[in-house]
């Protein structure tokens, strides 16, 4: 994949300007993140409107993407429900304001209690396999607010990246409805139980074409007609669509785009949006990907092996998919000054190196980027989703501090999503409190 120089320097470099002159990013804070809330009102505007004739959806965003509580209070804000997948991004998603019947749970692995939980609180649940529906039948109270859906697997194949794939043959998502036999006992578990009124499927993700997504988002719509026909009624009301809308990351263009999303949809089950069922979806990387992104410093630069390497302060601790598999998740890079103002010196090819110990960590290699020098800053795109938001604790690095931003008539102002961590908090999660368990009596331990 090419990435090359129109690489975004002078759209954020306002943003990155301001942020140097306010104190977010300099020598002593040389990693920060960037949220652009307007650019995440108008994805979920997008999103909105691409689906604007269809009677009900309701459009979650999946928090494992950003599971920040602001940017999540922001999407409530802007018409969002909300996708999680376990108990830390439920307390997320119920603290960042969702209302519970907003909310949707598909976590793999639910525990009994997690069950029990929901159910309580009436979010949407989302069972990954039948044994879990039969957790359910035993913990389903009579009075139940929750919508209750069962996952599929339609195997409809891979996209370019095998671990983002969840469609495939041997996927640990779902029931793997080619299996044999496996379509008759889904037909049968929704027979048994009239409460049951959701078929749930996520393709896939990044590097996934359209039309396979939509493949399996038509395979879903068939197998709810079929059991619908089985127990002669309406019982399944609604469908949930997944997300995993891919993102283009070499450079500002927006695509596919949901309306792209909808019209490979409606070109692979015409009723799909008919409004006969009421439709969930699950967005994540689409909505956040490009409204988002990283600036760091340059800590040294240095020469190995006739190559120039510049070190900075965003290595895997924050691009983890991109250091473990660069040509998977290739990100695009900018040279910005110590001021912040792109740079327009001729390009040399150079590896913009993380902090971390350990030889991978490069975010990029062999880049042509303007020659980069101590003190002047790179800017990673388009890592709004899965970056900064999901960091790595490797070397005990800290969480970088995550500012939201607001551009107006020139004018860029920030408030603090998250704070940085600071090494006293680093030691406080490392067992700080406990630091003479191993020295000690071996006392039980205490749990919460
Ligand atoms: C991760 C995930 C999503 C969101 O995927 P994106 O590629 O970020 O849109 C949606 N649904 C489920 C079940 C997921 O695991």
């Given at each position: 994949m090419?990435?090359?120089?129109?690489?975004g320097a002078s759209r954020v470099a306002p943003v990155?300007?301001?942020?140097?002159?306010?104190?977010?990013?300099?020598?002593?804070r040389p990693l920060a993140g960037f949220v652009d809330v307007q650019g995440v009102r108008d994805s979920v505007a997008?999103?909105?409107?691409?689906?604007?004739?269809?009677?009900?959806?309701?459009?979650?965003?999946a928090a494992k993407a950003c599971a920040l509580v602001p940017v999540l209070r922001l999407l409530a804000d802007a018409g969002m429900g909300c996708e999680v997948a376990s108990?830390?991004?439920?307390?997320?998603?119920?603290?960042?304001?969702?209302?519970?019947?907003?909310?949707?749970?598909?976590?793999?692995?639910k525990t009994r209690q997690e069950i029990r939980e929901a159910l309580a609180l009436g979010v949407a649940l989302n069972a990954d396999n039948l044994a879990e529906l039969e957790r359910v039948d035993a913990l389903r109270p009579a009075e139940c607010a929750s919508v209750v859906g069962l996952r599929v697997n339609p195997q409809v194949g891979s996209g370019a990246i095998g671990a983002m794939s969840t469609a495939t043959e041997h996927s640990k998502f779902g029931v793997a409805l080619r299996d044999p036999g496996a379509r008759a006992r889904v037909v049968e578990a929704f027979a048994r139980r009239p409460w049951?009124?959701?078929?749930?499927?996520?393709?896939?993700?990044?590097?996934?074409?359209?039309?396979?997504?939509a493949e399996g988002v038509a395979a879903l719509h068939h197998l709810a007609e079929e059991i619908n026909a089985h127990v002669g009624g309406r019982q399944i009301t609604s469908l949930d669509l997944g997300g995993g809308l891919p993102v283009n990351f070499t450079d500002d263009t927006v695509t596919p785009t949901y309306a792209d999303y909808v019209a490979a949809l409606t070109a692979a089950e015409p009723a799909l949006l008919d409004g006969r069922y009421r439709l969930v979806t699950e967005f994540g990387r689409?909505?956040?990907?490009?409204?988002?992104?990283?600036?760091?410093?340059?800590?040294?630069?240095?020469?190995?092996?006739?190559?120039?390497?510049?070190?900075?302060?965003?290595?895997?601790?924050?691009?983890?998919?991109?250091?473990?598999?660069?040509?998977a998740w290739p990100l695009r890079v900018s040279a910005h000054g110590p001021d912040g103002s792109p740079k327009r010196t001729p390009l040399l090819p150079q590896d913009v190196a993380g902090p971390l110990c350990f030889a991978g960590d490069v975010v990029a290699h062999e880049r042509p980027l303007p020659e980069l020098a101590e003190g002047d800053l790179v800017v990673?795109?388009?890592?709004?989703?899965?970056?900064?938001?999901a960091p790595w604790a490797y070397n005990s690095l800290p969480r970088p501090g995550?500012?939201?931003?607001?551009?107006?008539?020139?004018?860029?102002?920030?408030?603090?999503?998250r704070r940085a961590q600071t090494v006293r908090e680093i030691s406080m999660e490392s067992g700080l409190a406990q630091a003479d368990a191993l020295l000690s009596g071996f006392t039980a331990p205490s749990l919460p």
């Open positions: 090419s990435l090359h120089l129109e690489n990155v300007r301001q942020a140097v002159a306010d104190g977010l990013l300099g020598e002593d997008g999103l909105h409107e691409a689906f604007g004739q269809v009677p009900e959806v309701l459009h979650t965003f108990p830390g991004e439920l307390r997320l998603a119920l603290d960042a304001g969702f209302e519970p019947a907003r909310i949707v749970l598909d976590s793999p692995a049951l009124t959701r078929l749930h499927a996520h393709v896939g993700s990044q590097g996934c074409p359209l039309p396979l997504i689409s909505l956040l990907a490009k409204n988002g992104f990283l600036a760091a410093r340059v800590e040294y630069v240095k020469d190995a092996g006739g190559r120039r390497i510049a070190l900075t302060h965003a290595g895997g601790q924050v691009a983890t998919r991109t250091v473990f598999m660069p040509g990673l795109h388009d890592t709004g989703a899965y970056y900064f938001s995550v500012y939201g931003y607001l551009q107006r008539d020139d004018r860029v102002t920030f408030a603090t999503v």
